[in-house]
């Protein structure tokens, strides 16, 4: 807020002579609203006027202090307006219900007015404090995530450029990641996933095939079948990203170094154990593996590469689900039949 920007405070009582009284008392410092009852007060707080205090009687006609608390608490506008209850009530019984319907304070009548000053100044005080507060941790979180975007988008970029894979497969890899994980929690709690374990498994989903980058580009872009050699020593690149996430200077307990060498070793790992290197199965495979494991192939499926033409999603489905791509985790394939009818959401998000 400007410095010179007046507050706005709004004054709900029904009586002319107690708002009087209570502008007279917080003098010209402010820019005032006046409403005589609550109906005028939740009209003028729905016209968002930019109220940054209210002042609200508790008996008025119409509608008296304590509906127009039950509307601000119904809208959620309780939590961005502070409210000060005038009354001259002095009843605990009444106190204690304003103060749990959300009021900051309550002021009684007859007025003191160094306490009316007070009161409004350091209400208003907090909440100044407090919405500079939460602009700055929102700036950061906004910061730090479109940092982690351009830093995938270099790293997509990077190792699209070693091989025939599009540049945009991390970025589908990472984006279908998270929508299959959000189905998951929807439909089972067998894995108990946070809002913090989407957003860690989401970001080292992006380092999935990262081991690539050390396979010779004469196999990564073999326009043709790979020979059983050349086959073999592309299954290697899961290892690969495993050793290169080991080697790194970064401790090793982390959660999302953790995370990202569990998908870079096992994200070709199979339900029923016929996948590599090391031939896990069912729940031996952590979940964040089985999860990249079966966008991965989705994806794959439905791009254009240069030993394929791409397959059209509802093809790419059925062969998924029918089980010519290996076998996964039942749950992971319920997620992915209701998911199967959001082709433009799951595939170009």
């Known amino acids: 807020m400007n410095m010179n920007e007046k507050q706005t405070i709004l004054i709900v009582d029904d009586s002319k002579f107690n708002r009087d009284i209570l502008k007279?008392?917080?003098?010209?410092?402010?820019?005032?609203?006046?409403?005589?009852?609550?109906?005028?007060?939740?009209?003028?707080?729905?016209?968002?006027?930019?109220?940054?205090?209210?002042?609200?009687?508790?008996?008025?006609?119409?509608?008296?202090?304590?509906?127009?608390?039950?509307?601000?608490?119904?809208?959620?506008?309780?939590?961005?307006?502070?409210?000060?209850?005038?009354?001259?009530?002095?009843?605990?019984?009444?106190?204690?219900?304003?103060?749990?319907?959300?009021?900051?304070?309550?002021?009684?009548?007859?007025?003191?007015?160094?306490?009316?000053?007070?009161?409004?100044?350091?209400?208003?005080?907090?909440?100044?404090?407090q919405k500079r507060l939460i602009n700055v941790v929102v700036d950061q979180v906004y910061e730090k995530a479109?940092?982690?975007?351009?830093?995938?988008?270099?790293?997509?970029?990077?190792?699209?450029?070693?091989?025939?894979?599009?540049?945009?497969?991390?970025?589908?890899?990472?984006?279908?990641?998270?929508?299959?994980?959000?189905?998951?929690?929807?439909?089972?709690?067998?894995?108990?996933?946070?809002?913090?374990?989407?957003?860690?498994?989401?970001?080292?989903?992006?380092?999935?095939?990262?081991?690539?980058i050390h396979i010779p580009e004469e196999i990564l872009n073999k326009p043709g079948k790979l020979s059983d050699e050349e086959f073999k020593i592309m299954k290697t690149h899961s290892e690969l990203g495993a050793s290169i996430i080991r080697d790194m200077r970064f401790p090793q307990n982390h959660p999302l170094v953790h995370t990202a060498w569990e998908i870079c070793r096992w994200h070709h790992e199979r339900w029923d154990g016929g996948g590599y290197p090391d031939g896990l199965k069912g729940e031996e495979i952590p979940i964040s593996a089985q999860v990249v494991s079966i966008v991965d192939v989705y994806d794959a499926l439905t791009s254009e590469r240069c030993y394929k033409k791409a397959f059209d999603h509802d093809t790419a489905m059925n062969m998924i689900l029918d089980g010519q791509c290996g076998q996964f985790n039942p749950i992971l394939l319920k997620c992915l039949r209701e998911l199967r009818t959001e082709p433009s959401i799951f595939k170009n998000a």
């Open 146 to 212: 479109e940092n982690n975007n351009i830093m995938i988008r270099i790293l997509s970029n990077v190792l699209g450029s070693r091989n025939s894979e599009s540049s945009e497969h991390i970025l589908h890899i990472r984006t279908a990641t998270e929508l299959m994980l959000r189905k998951l929690i929807k439909i089972s709690d067998t894995y108990h996933l946070t809002e913090a374990d989407i957003a860690l498994i989401t970001t080292a989903s992006s380092l999935h095939d990262i081991g690539k």
């Open 24 to 129: 007279e008392i917080l003098g010209e410092t402010y820019h005032y609203l006046e409403a005589e009852n609550g109906n005028q007060a939740i009209q003028l707080v729905g016209d968002n006027l930019g109220i940054d205090l209210i002042l609200l009687d508790i008996h008025m006609p119409q509608m008296d202090g304590f509906e127009v608390l039950e509307m601000m608490n119904k809208s959620q506008c309780i939590n961005e307006t502070p409210v000060i209850m005038i009354s001259s009530e002095e009843s605990v019984t009444m106190m204690r219900k304003a103060y749990e319907m959300g009021i900051t304070d309550y002021i009684t009548r007859p007025f003191d007015t160094v306490i009316v000053k007070k009161r409004v100044q350091n209400t208003l005080d907090l909440y100044v404090n």
